[in-house]
C-alpha cells in the first residue's frame, strides 16, 4: 500500500488535548465571539489559547490547537440533540420503559383480562340467557298452557271450566305474541288455579267449637236498615284436614285466603242452626255444602244467599 493512501491515525492523547481545546472554547464564550470573527486572527487565538494552557503548566503542540480550533469551528465534539420526530419519540419510551413499562403492563393485562370477561363470558352469556328467554316465552310458555288446558278439558265435568280455559289461553297466547312475558307467566298461574279448584275436594261445614261463633248477624252499610245473617264454615277435605280457600269478601271486594269465613243465609236458616245448636250444644244439620272433583263451585245442601265476609 502507498504512503499517500495510507491514513494517519492521530494518538489517544493527541485526540484528547484535541477534545479538551474545543471544551475549554466553549467555555471561554467572549474569547471565541471576539478571536473568531475573523480567520487572520486563527494565529493570534492560538497564541492565547497556548498562553491559558502554559498557565495550568500543559505544553500543548500548535497542531492540536489548530485542531481543536477547526473542530470548534467544525462542531466536532459537540452533542447535538436528534431533531423532534416520531423515531426519536419512541426511542426515548424506549429508553424510559423502566419507568412507564410495569404500569402499562399492568394496565394492559387488566384490559385483557376485562376484554376476555366482557367479549369472551358476559356477552355470550347475556346472549345465551337473551336466547333461553325468547324460547322459554315463544315455545315453552305456549306449551304450559296447552298442557293445562288439556288437563282441565280431560277432567272437568262442567262446560264453565272449558270456556274459561279457552278465553286464558286465547289471551295468554296474545301476551306471547306480544312478547309481553309478565301477562304470559299470569294467565299460567291462571290456569293452573282453574285446574287446582277443578281437583278440590271437600265438605263444607258449620264450625261448632266452644272457642268460635257458628254464626253472627251484621247491619250492612249500604243499608243500616238490612240485617244479614251467616253461619261461620271451614271446607274439610275427605282426610278430614282444614283447608284454607281464596274467599270474596263482599263488604270489602278483597280476595282472602281463608281457613274460616261465613256464608251468607237467610234468617231462617240462621235461625234453624242457632236452635240445632242451643238444643244440646251440637250442631246436627252441620253440612252446608259439598265440592266435587271436577266441578268448579260448591252444591249447597242448605239455602244460601251468595254473599261471603272473611272478617267479623
Do not use: C
Not at 12 to 28: I, Q
Not at 154 to 173: H, I, M, P, S, W
Request: aromatic share 8%; no cysteine; net charge negative.
Amino acid at each position: 500500500m502507498s504512503k499517500a493512501s495510507t491514513k494517519t491515525v492521530a494518538p489517544l492523547d493527541e485526540v484528547m488535548l484535541a477534545m479538551d481545546v474545543v471544551d475549554t472554547l466553549r467555555h471561554r464564550q467572549d474569547l471565541v465571539t471576539r478571536e473568531l470573527d475573523g480567520v487572520a486572527r486563527e494565529k493570534q487565538l492560538i497564541e492565547r489559547l497556548r498562553s491559558v494552557y502554559h498557565q495550568q503548566g500543559i505544553e500543548v503542540p500548535d497542531h492540536i490547537l489548530r485542531e481543536g480550533v477547526a473542530a470548534l469551528a467544525e462542531s466536532r465534539f459537540v452533542y447535538e440533540p436528534p431533531a423532534p420526530g416520531l423515531g426519536t419519540s419512541l426511542a426515548r419510551l424506549y429508553v424510559g420503559r423502566k419507568k412507564w413499562g410495569r404500569p402499562v403492563l399492568t394496565l394492559l393485562a387488566v384490559l385483557l383480562v376485562a376484554g376476555v370477561g366482557y367479549f369472551g363470558v358476559y356477552q355470550p352469556m347475556m346472549r345465551g340467557q337473551a336466547e333461553a328467554a325468547r324460547i322459554e316465552l315463544t315455545e315453552g310458555l305456549p306449551a304450559q298452557m296447552d298442557s293445562l288446558y288439556q288437563t282441565i278439558f280431560n277432567e272437568t265435568k262442567v262446560q264453565q271450566a272449558v270456556t274459561q280455559a279457552d278465553a286464558l289461553v286465547a289471551r295468554g297466547k296474545a301476551f306471547v305474541a306480544e312478547g309481553n312475558r309478565a301477562g304470559a307467566e299470569d294467565t299460567i298461574e291462571r290456569l293452573t288455579a282453574l285446574r287446582d279448584q277443578l281437583r278440590q275436594n271437600y265438605q263444607l261445614r258449620i264450625v261448632n267449637r266452644a272457642d268460635v261463633q257458628s254464626g253472627f248477624w251484621t247491619f250492612p252499610e249500604v243499608n243500616t236498615d238490612a240485617t244479614n245473617y251467616y253461619v261461620v264454615v271451614e271446607a274439610l277435605d275427605p282426610d278430614g284436614n282444614v283447608l284454607s280457600l281464596p274467599i270474596l269478601n263482599e263488604e270489602s271486594g278483597q280476595t282472602d285466603v281463608v281457613s274460616m269465613w261465613g256464608v251468607r243465609v237467610p234468617e231462617s236458616v240462621y235461625n234453624a242452626v242457632a236452635a240445632d245448636k242451643r238444643d244440646d250444644g251440637i250442631i246436627q244439620s252441620n253440612i252446608v255444602g259439598r265440592k266435587s272433583d271436577g266441578f268448579l263451585d260448591v252444591e249447597y245442601q242448605m239455602p244460601v244467599l251468595g254473599g261471603a265476609v272473611t272478617q267479623w
